[in-house]
């Protein structure tokens, strides 16, 4: 059984990735050929934004729009430490400073009151300039953002949405990488919509966002690759990859309807002493992952040892908040400052998950947990 099924993707897709990988060798246009503008533009209709801008991965698709922004030394950019560390690198890598707020116990997203109170402590403090919000739609989730829209704007704070995890998601019609400023989006092969390599997307409405997005991916060019207005980067999703995924992105609306028949199974059937995911109403998971909560620690790992043992694979995102991290230890955070990431990072895991998980592999999963109930009792 695996994780995630990436092979049994490609099986199902196989002619049409292969005929479009085929076009783009007969053409040999590598670097920012036709498929690139063409998947930007369906990536556009699918959000419902204006403006799409590929990159090279998902960690240089937040530095960007940082950048985009104007944001860098001296400003202080609030996010949550329950989540990958390519969150906090990435302000970090902008110039910014990392300023965590706890997480909802519930969704695991970042949670709006400990957020205002970040924000109110920076403002208090003075040591930097409070510039923007952003937010991760942790495991598929989109997060809280009729309040955290809210906040912004009470704040005049910009709003960048890690949507790594989260493409797919909905709040009330209104998807993932839709939301703030700027939204973001990863192609890594794991994720929702992934590439068979590294990618990533930007999404905004706002023109001049845009405009700087584009050039700024391209080393900073103006009217052409050797006009250089501004310091950018190398960082363009390569043709073979935007070939690739759009096919999968036409796949994709498919592939949500079967991500959400395998997590309502899951749902139905999770035994009651597992804490299963809370979607809100009106919210729709893209389901990147299945996370529950053991009762502790030491919990986790007998079950996971016990699925282990039977072929099921599991994995823990995340065993260590970001505010532990070694590389972060300039921030002067510690242990307990966060208590409900830190309870959250001591006892979830997740369970195999995806549209092409079997039902008989699926019930294999859960026959293994009501297996365990069983000899405990």
């Known amino acids: 059984m695996q994780f995630i099924d990436l092979k049994a993707q490609y099986d199902t897709l196989r002619d049409r990735i292969d005929a479009r990988i085929h076009q783009v060798l007969d053409h040999g246009g590598y670097i920012m050929g036709p498929e690139v503008k063409e998947f930007e533009a369906a990536l556009s209709a699918y959000c419902g934004v204006e403006h799409t801008i590929t990159c090279a991965n998902g960690t240089d698709a937040l530095v960007l729009a940082l950048k985009a922004l104007g944001i860098g030394p001296g400003d202080a950019v609030f996010t949550t430490p329950f989540t990958f560390f390519a969150t906090a690198e990435a302000i970090a890598l902008a110039g910014a400073r990392p300023v965590f707020a706890d997480i909802d116990p519930r969704t695991f997203n970042i949670d709006p009151a400990s957020l ?29 953002y009729d309040a955290i829209e809210a906040l912004c704007e009470k704040y005049k704070l910009d709003l960048v949405e890690d949507a790594a995890q989260g493409f797919g998601g909905e709040i009330r019609g209104r998807r993932a990488g839709s939301f703030g400023t700027v939204a973001t989006t990863s192609f890594f092969p794991a994720k929702p919509l992934g590439c068979y390599g590294d990618g990533g997307a930007i999404f905004t409405n706002h023109e001049g966002v845009a405009e700087r997005l584009r050039s700024l991916r391209v080393h900073g060019k103006g009217g052409d690759k050797y006009d250089n207005v501004r310091i950018g980067t190398n960082s363009r999703l390569d043709t073979l990859q935007a070939a690739i995924l759009i096919e999968k992105l036409e796949a994709f609306p498919d592939e949500m309807e079967k991500r959400q028949q395998v997590a309502q199974r899951y749902t139905n059937q999770l035994p009651n002493w597992l804490t299963g995911p809370h979607v809100p109403e009106g919210y729709v998971s893209s389901w990147a992952q299945y996370s529950v909560l053991a009762e502790s620690g030491a919990e986790r790992t007998r079950i996971m040892k016990a699925l282990g043992e039977t072929g ?21 955070l510690k242990e307990g400052d966060f208590p409900v990431s830190e309870d959250a990072s001591a006892r979830v895991f997740s369970l195999p998950m995806g549209p092409y998980l079997s039902e008989a592999d699926q019930s294999r999963v859960l026959e293994t947990l009501y297996s365990l109930e069983a000899r405990a009792a």
């Open 116 to 144: 205002e109170q970040a924000i109110l402590r920076t403002e208090q403090e003075r040591k930097f300039l409070p510039k923007a919000v952003m937010t991760v739609d942790l495991f598929g989730l989109p997060a809280d």
């Open 312 to 332: 099921v694979p599991t994995m823990i995102y995340y065993a260590k908040p970001l505010h532990m991290q070694t590389a972060l230890i300039d921030l002067g």
